[in-house]
């Protein structure tokens, strides 16, 4: 892997610079693709970065269902200190941040809990501003999770946090406590990414790398089912390019039949500026 060691690095530079980077891994099967992401994702976790893999499938995580896309990379984010499911705690470290970022300013004492609680809900308020603005059903929720931690309600906070990662099946009782309804869809999917995103630079960490393993096998779908896949991956190369997810490094795997295929790539374009290399 020593060889790779620059060029991931400088991408990772330039993701923890608030920017979005992309790289493509192409090999045969049995070739260390896998091994390489791998690879990569513990190095960036040394670096302070959250990370994720998705192996894509027809059944399990066609690309087009974008939901179900980013609830297994909320299954699998994890960080230097937690392998798996690691929502909670970066949720939970975003509010610490913000306490202490109130405490610094010298205006509160932390033995006055009420003004802490205020001045940290105002500085939440303004740290969501712009997450609001695209993804207001994510800011409802994380709104709705800190009333339930200072209450004291664990259930409910879980069930907050099972809905922010676009978990199906939640209670009613929990999307009233956030004034929302029905499940995530995968429009609001993308949004929450970015505001998963901002919540993750918010609170010290470095970006996310998120793996695409096995996009190979959007060959041997249904014509249709591989076209809807491939156009919502130019999509989100092209949100990468415009500089919508900052943070993000995106890594996918495929064979070399992938990119250069009848089936694959080359045959839909990903976008004036989505190069795969």
């Known amino acids: 892997m020593d060889r790779f060691e620059t060029a991931v690095d400088t991408d990772l530079a330039k993701a923890a610079g608030g920017l979005g980077a992309f790289k493509a891994v192409r090999g045969e099967y049995g070739s260390g693709k896998t091994f390489f992401a791998r690879w990569l994702q513990e190095r960036a976790r040394a670096k302070g970065f ?3 893999e998705v192996q894509v499938s027809e059944t399990e995580t066609p690309l087009h269902r974008w939901e179900t896309v980013y609830r297994r990379l909320v299954e699998r984010l994890a960080t230097a200190d937690t392998p798996d499911g690691a929502l909670r705690s ?8 913000l306490e202490e970022d109130v405490l610094a300013e010298g205006k509160v004492e932390v033995a006055d809990s009420t003004a802490l609680e205020a001045s940290t809900n105002d500085l939440m308020e303004r740290r969501l501003g712009e ?24 259930p409910l906070a879980e ?16 999307k009233r406590a956030a004034g929302i309804k029905g499940d995530l869809d ?12 901002a919540i993750l630079r918010d609170s010290g960490h470095a970006g996310l790398v998120l793996v695409l393993d ?27 390019d415009a500089g919508r997810y900052r943070g993000l490094y995106l890594v ?20 004036p500026h989505s190069g795969v290399g």
């Open 214 to 240: 096995e996009v190979e096998t959007l060959q041997r779908m249904r014509a249709d089912t591989r076209e809807k896949g491939l156009n919502a991956l130019r999509q989100l190369l092209d949100e990468i």
């Open 90 to 97: 970066i949720v939970d470290a975003w509010f610490f941040t």
């Open 131 to 154: 997450i609001a603005r695209t993804a207001p059903a994510f800011s409802a929720i994380l709104r709705a999770y800190r009333r339930a931690l200072l209450a004291e309600n664990n």
């Open 186 to 197: 995968p429009f609001g999917a993308m949004h929450f990414l970015a505001g998963l995103l």
């Open 159 to 174: 069930g907050l946090i099972a809905w922010l990662g676009g978990q199906p099946n939640v209670g009613a009782e929990v």
């Open 50 to 52: 959250a990370t994720s």
């Open 252 to 271: 996918l795997t495929g064979t070399a039949g992938f990119f250069d295929g009848p089936q694959g790539v080359q045959r839909h374009t990903l976008g």
